[in-house]
Structures are given as structure tokens and as C-alpha cells.
């Protein structure tokens, strides 16, 4: 068996015309789309990731800031400045790119931004309102990965799933995206237990953890549907999955790194900025 490649740049693509398409009529009445992306880091990965989100978002028509606040910046420098954009009738999007500085945490700031500009779902309302199914706007790497399912016609109904991973930016929204889809939904993480018994139980399996092939074809049911979040890098400056590529032998398919959710993350975030208003969870246009 040769997994099916489940690659996102075509779903990726068909978005970024529907922003454009969006980003232009708002152009046209006199009131442009305005995302500005928040950093507080020297990571340079995480610079490269602001950059080409902010040229994906000129290319589809929608105007983008980055408000640097350098590697010393406070939570109260941090919560100040959301909190104005957030208040700006101008700012369409705002969006907290991660790591922060030492000693500040997401769950400290995060609650300052509105959460009808909260892009990538990072305000606790947002996620609250997501794990009861109220409209919000899911972080948009746990709607990439529900997406691309829909891309590829999987099932979710009834299906096992397993989300390898808990965090509030991928693991626990998509525990909540897969159960409104009518999944059978099982979270591991660091302290499960006989990981590969638990993993290959599953139907759809979800690799979120930020470890390098971690998942293994042991881990893996034949015929499952395996998506791959991880995206780690690599000693030549490449980018290296959670899922070993040997898993494409054992599972029915397979999200290819990069190019697989990647893409479909950014385009939703873009997506995001130019909605009218969140959508219901799992929705995507």
C-alpha cells in the first residue's frame, strides 16, 4: 500500500481567490481589509513565518502591519497594544505570533484581543465558545486540519479519531471541531500510556506534538487517514513532519510536510481577516 497524498495547495489556492475576491469589493467601497500581525521575538523561524503571512496577504489584496515589539516586551507592552488594535475601527484581523518573551504566556495576553478580530483563536472566549459550538473563529491550524479532511471526502462521522497532542492552538479545538463533525474522539499526549495502542485504533490520526516522526508505521492502522501538523526543522534548513514517511506504506493516506496543512493555515487566516463575522465551527469557505 502507497498512501494518497493529501496536499493542500490546491484547497489553499481555491481560499486565497475567495480573500481576494472579498479583499477587493472591500476595496472598491473605500474600506480595505487591515490585518496586523503582533510579535515579540527574535526567533528568526518565527520571522520568516510574519513574512510570508504578510506577503500572502498583500498578494490577495489585504493590507498587513507587523507591530514589532521586541524580545523584551512585557505582557502589560503586549496587552496594551492589542487592546488598541483591537478598539481600531481600521483592524480587521489581529493576530499574536508566538514564542512570546520570557516569562509572559499566551493565556495572560491573549484575552486582550476582541474576539471578532481574533483570527486564530487564541482569546479563551474563542475557544470557549468553540467547545460549546458557538460561532468563533477556530485557530486556524485545527481548521486547516478539518478542511483538508473535507477536501479529500473523510468521513468524520462515526469515524475514531485520535489527536496526537493537547495544546490550545491544535489538539484541543480540533477535539472539538472532530466531535461537532460526529467523531469519536480520543486526546494523547506526553503521559498516555502505550502510545501505539491507542493510535492504532484510529480511523483519522492527528500527529500534533512538534516531535520529529514520532508517529511511526507501529503506530499507525492500516488503511488510517493520517494528518501531519508537525513542522520541524531540519539540520540543511528544511522542514520535517511528526509522522515518519514510512507510515505512507501503512496508511491509506497521508499529509505530505511541508505542503499539506501549511498552506491551507495560511489561507484560512487570510480568510479569517475578510469574513463578515466568525462562522459556525468547521466551517470554511
Do not use: F
Request: overall charge negative.
Amino acid at each position: 500500500m502507497t498512501a494518497q497524498r493529501l496536499g493542500g495547495s490546491d484547497l489553499a489556492a481555491r481560499i486565497r481567490a475567495h480573500v481576494a475576491g472579498r479583499a477587493a469589493a472591500r476595496r472598491d467601497d473605500g474600506r480595505p481589509a487591515r490585518l496586523v500581525i503582533v510579535t515579540a521575538t527574535d526567533d528568526e523561524a518565527s520571522a520568516w513565518y510574519v513574512r510570508s503571512l504578510a506577503a500572502a496577504a498583500g498578494k490577495a489584496g489585504i493590507d498587513c502591519d507587523v507591530a514589532d515589539l521586541g524580545p523584551v516586551a512585557t505582557a502589560g507592552d503586549l496587552t496594551a497594544r492589542l487592546t488598541a488594535l483591537s478598539a481600531d475601527p481600521a483592524v480587521d484581523g489581529v493576530m499574536l505570533q508566538t514564542p512570546l518573551p520570557a516569562g509572559v504566556t499566551l493565556a495572560e495576553v491573549s484575552g486582550a484581543i476582541d474576539p471578532a478580530k481574533d483570527v486564530d483563536g487564541a482569546n479563551p472566549l474563542s475557544l470557549g465558545r468553540l467547545a460549546v459550538g458557538r460561532p468563533a473563529y477556530a485557530p486556524a491550524t485545527a481548521a486547516a486540519v478539518v478542511a483538508l479532511l473535507d477536501e479529500y471526502v473523510v468521513d468524520l462521522a462515526g469515524a475514531r479519531a485520535v489527536v496526537v497532542g493537547r495544546s490550545a492552538v491544535v489538539g484541543k479545538p480540533l477535539a472539538h471541531l472532530l466531535l461537532d463533525r460526529d467523531a469519536t474522539v480520543t486526546v494523547c499526549h506526553s503521559r498516555t500510556r502505550d502510545l501505539a495502542e491507542v493510535t492504532s485504533t484510529a480511523d483519522v490520526l492527528v500527529a500534533a506534538v512538534g516531535r520529529t516522526h514520532l508517529i511511526t508505521p507501529t503506530h499507525v492502522r492500516a488503511g488510517a487517514v493520517v494528518i501531519d501538523v508537525g513542522t520541524n526543522p531540519t539540520p540543511d534548513g528544511g522542514l520535517a513532519g511528526d509522522v515518519d514517511p514510512a507510515v505512507a506504506e501503512v496508511a491509506a493516506a497521508l499529509t505530505p510536510v511541508p505542503g499539506g496543512v501549511g498552506p491551507v493555515t495560511t489561507a484560512l487566516l487570510l480568510w479569517h481577516t475578510v469574513a463578515d463575522s466568525a462562522s459556525a465551527p468547521g466551517d470554511s469557505p
